[in-house]
Structure formats: structure tokens, C-alpha cells
């Protein structure tokens, strides 16, 4: 099948520790991204990346980082520095370029206590 | 920078009543995508608009990208059960990533 997994779906995590997110996608797409949802703020842009070994920041990359050292894989790390981790995480891949469908991971729900 | 509003943020109606949401950037855009969240679930896909004043349908779902191409809208006639979800309009400008609006979250009353 092709798509994207994201893993894990649900995760808690005490206040103060790091925690990574992963995202596999085999759809031989170039550029991946990480959204953060929350509840009647729609998608906010996280990080993005539109080539290996490359990613910019989105706009609330603040407490977050990233690596894209193979095509297929793009994980999230939500640091301690993040004042407000607890959210639903999607993660996203499309071809590059204007106009390519975005699809989406089925997310991940971080909870931090 | 760039944004992408959308209007309403929720919207409920009656079974077989008709249902639209606006959405609205502050710059000129070259394409503007729709995509569907049901409850609990991922957005999907819906459609994409390019043309200045394109208008698109899928069965009961009329799409409607603006001549400026700064507006769309998205108009569902007589709503089902199966349309619940939150509808989320993305814009986007040459090879940036997609803006999304914060959505309209619609439910249908059976």
C-alpha cells in the first residue's frame, strides 16, 4: 500500500522531555511537512522540507526540530523548549512544485502531562 | 505573510439544507485546494481550483475560485449525514507550501 505511516498514533509524555515523532511515506515524494492541529486553529505549519538534507522553518517552529536524511523519512522532535506540546501532529508529503496534492499521515496525538 | 481566512468557523444545519463556506486570502494566489477532516480522521483531498473564476462540482459540492483568484468557496446542496466534517480551504503562491484557513466545521442534524 502506498501512503504515509505515522507512529506512533498516540503518545504521553511527562512535562520536560523530548519526544519524536515518526513519519515514512512511499509515495516517492520530494517534499514533506509537519502540521500542528488544535482545536479551531486548522493547520499551522511546522517545519517543511522539499529536498533531502534540506527544511525550513514553518511558522510555529519554535520547540521543534527536524532532519530529513532520507527521502522517505521526516520526524519530529518536540523539544522541552515547547510550551504548549499537546496536540495533534500531521504529517504531509507532496511532489514539489505549485500545484501538487498535499496527503496526509493519519497523525499523531501527543499528550504531555 | 501570507493568510488564508475562511468563514464560518462552524456552521449547523438540517439535513437537506444547503451549506457554504467562504475563504478568503490577502494575497493573489496561484491555486486554492479544498480538503474534508471527518471526525477523528486525517483532511483528504477534495479538489483544486487554478483558473481565475473556475467553477468546479462534484455531485453536490460546488467549488468557486474568485476572478482576483484571492477568493473561493466551497457550497454543499442539501446536506447528508455523510457531509459532517470540517472543510478546510489552502491556498497557495508559486512553489510555497499551502496556507490553510482554520476550517468550518459543519454538522448536519438528521
Not at chain 2, 483544486?48 to 475560485?65: A, I, N, P
Request: charged content about 20%; overall charge positive.
Amino acid at each position: 500500500d502506498g501512503g504515509i505511516t505515522q507512529s506512533p498514533k498516540y503518545l504521553f509524555r511527562k512535562e520536560g522531555q523530548n519526544v519524536t515523532l515518526s513519519c515514512e511515506q512511499n509515495l516517492n515524494h520530494d517534499a514533506m511537512y509537519w502540521y500542528r492541529q488544535d482545536p479551531g486553529q486548522g493547520l499551522r505549519l511546522i517545519y517543511y522540507s522539499q529536498i533531502v538534507n534540506d527544511f525550513q522553518k514553518g511558522d510555529i517552529a519554535e520547540g521543534y526540530s527536524v532532519s530529513r536524511e532520507k527521502k522517505e523519512s521526516f520526524p519530529l522532535t518536540v523539544t522541552s523548549a515547547q510550551k504548549n506540546p499537546t496536540a495533534f501532529y500531521l504529517c504531509a508529503s507532496t511532489q514539489r512544485g505549485s500545484g501538487n496534492t498535499i496527503y496526509f499521515g493519519e497523525g499523531s496525538w501527543l499528550t504531555v502531562v | 505573510g501570507q493568510q488564508v481566512m475562511q468563514i464560518p468557523q462552524y456552521q449547523h444545519v438540517q439535513e437537506g439544507e444547503d451549506f457554504t463556506t467562504y475563504c478568503n486570502s490577502s494575497t493573489t494566489l496561484s491555486n486554492i485546494q479544498w480538503y474534508k477532516q471527518r471526525p477523528g480522521g486525517h483532511p483528504v483531498f477534495l479538489i483544486q481550483l487554478v483558473k481565475s473564476g473556475e467553477v468546479k462540482k462534484q455531485k453536490r459540492l460546488t467549488f468557486q475560485f474568485g476572478e482576483a483568484k484571492k477568493n473561493s468557496s466551497l457550497h454543499i446542496t442539501a446536506t447528508q449525514t455523510t457531509d459532517v466534517g470540517t472543510y478546510f480551504c489552502a491556498g497557495q503562491r508559486g512553489n510555497t507550501p499551502l496556507v490553510f484557513g482554520k476550517g468550518t466545521r459543519l454538522s448536519v442534524i438528521a
